[in-house]
């Protein structure tokens, strides 16, 4: 019973988030990215890019969001038996509702400086993903693709996510006017920020615990969370005495819960954490639904 009442819980929680979610995303593109000329990052801002070129060169008129709809279908089709059926389920949820408040929402432009239509646009786009994301969805595109590279491998595809932004941006330049790409730049850069300051599924962190009670703190944090502990034996420097030293690796999101079940088992514990750049080996990343 509260299994079923948890998952009901959860499928509204992320119902709701995904119409949030989306409802920022097409605000973002109808009132800043569209008006302005400017192009967002991902799977959005190719289809916009694709649009305007069969507008302008092949006199073919496609709404940008029936391409960017098409093409996530077809990613999510790509990545669905390695990625959570939820996610997915979800994700494609939520880019049709983009595509669908897109074509609704009025396009209108909301400030006349380019600049702040940028940095303003891309902070309200960033904001949008990042609800999704935080909420067990996504919003589609290059995310598929980047949450399956990162589960599989346990390090962020950034690289590559970048470097198709970049020809993204390009391309823009070339047939548009440089201008454009450089406040192309300012928009996915204030996007970006936003959800990696939001999101923290696929960064880590050490943490290290010196304490008296090891078996009382790996309990309580065994409890609770499912990552492997390391014991190390050390001896205080100061007045000699025998203390265990712990180690493990987590999700930066769950590190204020780790520290909360250590010092739940030993009060007195000395705590440190620091920041992983990559994970390699047996690491368990808790899966998508």
């Given amino acids: 019973m509260n299994d079923i009442f948890k998952n009901k819980k959860q499928i509204l929680t992320m119902t709701a988030a995904v119409i949030v979610s989306a409802a920022f995303q097409a605000f973002a593109l109808t009132s800043f990215s569209v008006p302005a000329g400017i192009y967002p990052s991902g799977i959005s801002g190719m289809s916009r890019l694709v649009s305007d070129i069969l507008k302008d060169f092949f006199k073919i008129d496609l709404p940008f969001f029936y391409l960017y709809l098409l093409i996530n279908i077809v990613l999510a089709g790509i990545v669905y038996k390695h990625i959570g059926k939820l996610f997915t389920i979800f994700s494609v949820l939520q880019t049709t509702l983009v595509s669908l408040f897109s074509s609704f929402f009025p396009a209108f432009r909301i400030l006349d400086d380019p600049l702040l239509t940028a940095l303003f646009g891309g902070v309200i786009s960033g904001f949008g993903v990042s609800i ?3 909420n067990g969805a996504s919003s589609g595109g290059t995310d598929f ?20 932004n970049s020809v993204l941006i390009f391309i823009a330049g070339m047939l548009y006017h440089w201008q454009i790409a450089a406040y192309s730049i300012i928009f996915q850069y204030a996007s970006n920020m936003i959800v990696s300051k939001r999101h923290k599924r696929y960064t880590h ?30 001896k205080g420097a100061y007045k000699g005495d025998d203390e265990t030293m712990l180690y493990t690796v987590v999700n930066a999101f769950q590190t204020t819960e780790v520290v909360k079940y250590a010092l739940e ?12 750049l990559n994970v390699y080996g047996n690491y368990y990343q808790k899966p998508l639904d």
Avoid at 265 to 276: H, L, M, S, V
């Fill in 265 to 276: 088992g030993d009060p007195q514990a000395f705590i440190e954490t620091r920041n992983t």
């Fill in 205 to 234: 962190q050490a943490i290290i615990i010196v304490t008296k009670k090891p078996d009382e703190v790996i309990d309580s944090i065994l409890k609770n969370v499912r990552h492997g502990i390391t014991k190390i034996a050390a």
């Fill in 132 to 134: 999704a994301l935080t």
């Fill in 145 to 164: 693709l980047s949450i399956y590279y990162s589960n599989k491998y346990h390090r962020s595809m950034w690289d590559y996510v970048f470097a198709f």
